[in-house]
């Protein structure tokens, strides 16, 4: 009951900040507090985060790296299963819950990933693809503290995805710690593998901050199937680089 009290919550606050239909352009109406949300982000990252992915990279070998990942992918199963139902999306929930069996037995744990290797590939989704799909628009651009580029629709999304995953309701604290750790390991190993992509464009470009908002609404609507953004002001360095599919995923 109390989860589906977070749903009930996060649907009127997403209708109080987001409109029913979908939106085409720019809308960010906070640009200087998310420019500087970015900014305080583009410091950390170069601080903290890069560092730490360079001697992750660096000392762990490549293949317990992406064993590391594969487990914290099969662990996220369970949630993107969920979202699937609540989309009513059945064929994809049995098969992304045939994946997670698979790699969850035959993939010790989700070490290796022998599923996709049958067909099983990941279809992933979130609660934010379940807003969209019931209706509620993008709402305005915003930029999160560590996170990064995401929308009203988007972050309501992400807090309900956390709180209802399956798995972290049902593990007990330490197993749950490891579930986090996973994926924070995996996050630093994507920024790892990407780094020279990610720095080109964010760093390199004359506006790292428009290149990444672009990268992010074209991305996420495309995922959604929704009408891509136009934003003339957008230095884009190069219109095929898509930052956002190649980084983000």
Known sequence: MKKLALIFVAALTLSACASHTPATGINDPHEAQNRATYESNIQLDRGVIKPVAVAYGTVVPDPVRKGLSNVSDTLSLPG??????????????????????????????GLFDPASEVGLDKRDSDFGETLHVWGFGEGEYIVLPVYGPSTNRDMVGLIVDIALDPLGTVLAPKASNI??????????????????????????????????????????????????????????DNPSYDLYEDFYE
């Open 80 to 109: 993107t299963v969920v979202n699937n139902l609540l989309q009513f999306k059945l064929v994809d929930a049995l098969h992304n819950t045939a994946r997670f069996a698979v790699n969850a037995t035959l993939g010790f744990a």
């Open 179 to 236: 579930k986090t750790g996973l994926k924070v390991a995996d996050i630093v190993d994507t920024r790892y593998r990407y780094s020279d992509l990610y720095e080109s464009v964010i760093y390199d470009s004359a506006d790292g901050y428009a290149q990444l908002r672009l990268s992010y609404l074209d991305r996420r609507r495309f995922e959604l199937g929704t009408p891509v953004s136009q934003d003339d002001s957008a230095p884009v």
